[in-house]
């Protein structure tokens, strides 16, 4: 099964997650939803069923206590001009915790890491961005660089199994570890 760990956004917050989409509405992105919204701390890639407890296990002793986080600000990846990717940027203790995560992991035969972690949400995919339509898309990147989501208490990490479908991504939370 395809599986991830992550930190989801809590029910208060989907509401200026939903805002902030509408925002980006002309340009025709893939957006997620809100609902849906979450920081991936570790794609697991295709991992055998009979792993799942172990991993589970693995998860409840990583070592990194709860924290608070201020959702802030928009971006994107990999650069504005060729974004593929738009973004909420999350402050606090992620990259501690995502250090726990690759060390309480470390013994398993997970998908290699490839890009540098940074804490983020995507909000939405970006397909086509008509040249006609790119110094709007900047404009508006500028304007909402700073844009406040709000605070958020991060108490947990979840163990998610991610099954793809035509009409988007279905999540199904599998654990959840209490940070200690």
């Known amino acids: 099964m395809r599986a991830f760990v992550a930190v989801d956004l809590p029910v ?11 925002k980006f509405n002309e340009f025709k992105f893939k957006f997620v939803n809100p609902e849906l919204v979450h920081i991936t701390m570790k794609f697991l890639g295709e991992v055998p069923e009979n792993k799942i407890p172990d ?12 924290f608070s986080s201020h959702v802030k600000g928009i971006g994107v990846f990999p650069k504005p001009k060729f974004a593929k990717v738009i973004w909420l940027g999350c ?14 992991l470390s013994s398993f035969e997970l998908e290699p890491t490839l890009h540098r972690f940074s804490a983020h949400a995507t909000l939405a995919r970006v397909k086509y961005l008509p ?16 844009f406040e989501i709000g605070h958020m208490d991060v108490r ?23 940070l200690q």
């Open 12 to 22: 208060e917050l989907h509401e200026k997650i939903a805002e902030i989409q509408l």
């Open 131 to 146: 040249k006609k339509k790119k110094a709007d898309f900047m404009e508006l990147l500028d304007e909402l660089k700073d």
């Open 156 to 178: 947990s990490i979840k163990l998610k199994k991610s099954t793809l479908t035509p009409n988007g991504p279905i999540y199904e939370d599998l654990h959840e570890a209490s």
């Open 91 to 104: 402050g606090g203790n992620f990259d501690v915790l995502y250090e726990q995560i690759e060390k309480s």
């Open 55 to 66: 991993i589970s296990r693995a998860l409840d002793n990583v070592k990194c206590g709860p």
